[in-house]
T-cell receptor, first 113, second 113 residues
Framework: DQQVKQNSPSLSVQEGRISILNCDYTNSMFDYFLWYKKYPAEGPTFLISISSIKDKNEDGRFTVFLNKSAKHLSLHIVPSQPGDSAVYFCAASTNTNAGKSTFGDGTTLTVKP | DAGVIQSPRHEVTEMGQEVTLRCKPISGHDYLFWYRQTMMRGLELLIYFNNNVPIDDSGMPEDRFSAKMPNASFSTLKIQPSEPRDSAVYFC???????????FGDGTRLSIL
């Protein structure tokens, strides 16, 4: 049973436009969510996070939205840049076992110049 | 800050051989994590340590896998005997606290022939 799902394996957008990456989860105990970005031959790097007490968190061009009732979160990148082309992973954890993050399978974002 | 350092970057060996992967976490980080990434299962947590003590090893696939953290600056993941299905990229990550985002190494690409 996959508790964190990223249903779109890939996404392609034009430079300057908005990129929206989606993530769904099934475990209602998840209360902390993170997005990581991964370039080829490198490890994932932390991008942005959100606690379940919030529904939005913003950091520069990156905004994460959380809809707890729908068990859905999304990452918005505005404006998208070619350097944003990477694999994006959604991850979730519970307060009782915060060290144990469950990752989605990732979405490959391609930003075309 | 040197980041999380993993060695070797690549390992190719024959099935039945013992494989040892190494990780040096970021200095001062109390949490250390071992992940495995495969096409079939994505990025999955194998085990994590807090202050050198294993906290959750429920992701370790079987007894052939073992992990140790003899001190705060070094951890190993050992597979004995190795099998072709163990071929994957293995990541080590560390974090300051359990609530902080994890910093990943660049991974070890393991191929078992």
């Amino acid at each position: 049973d996959q508790q964190v799902k990223q249903n779109s394996p890939s996404l392609s957008v034009q430079e300057g436009r908005i990129s929206i990456l989606n993530c769904d989860y099934t475990n209602s105990m998840f209360d902390y969510f993170l997005w990581y970005k991964k370039y080829p031959a490198e490890g994932p790097t932390f991008l942005i996070s959100i606690s379940s007490i919030k529904d939005k968190n913003e950091d520069g061009r990156f905004t994460v939205f959380l809809n707890k009732s729908a068990k859905h979160l999304s990452l918005h990148i505005v404006p998208s840049q070619p350097g944003d082309s990477a694999v994006y992973f959604c991850a979730a954890s519970t307060n009782t076992n915060a060290g144990k993050s469950t990752f989605g399978d990732g979405t490959t974002l391609t930003v075309k110049p | 800050d040197a980041g999380v350092i993993q060695s070797p970057r690549h390992e190719v060996t024959e099935m039945g051989q013992e494989v040892t992967l190494r990780c040096k976490p970021i200095s001062g980080h109390d949490y250390l994590f071992w992940y495995r990434q495969t096409m079939m299962r994505g990025l999955e947590l194998l085990i994590y340590f807090n202050n050198n003590v294993p906290i959750d090893d429920s992701g370790m696939p079987e007894d052939r896998f073992s992990a140790k953290m003899p001190n705060a600056s070094f951890s190993t993941l050992k597979i004995q005997p190795s099998e072709p299905r163990d071929s994957a990229v293995y990541f080590c990550a560390s974090s300051l606290t359990r609530d902080q985002p994890q910093h990943f190494g660049d991974g070890t690409r393991l191929s078992i022939l």
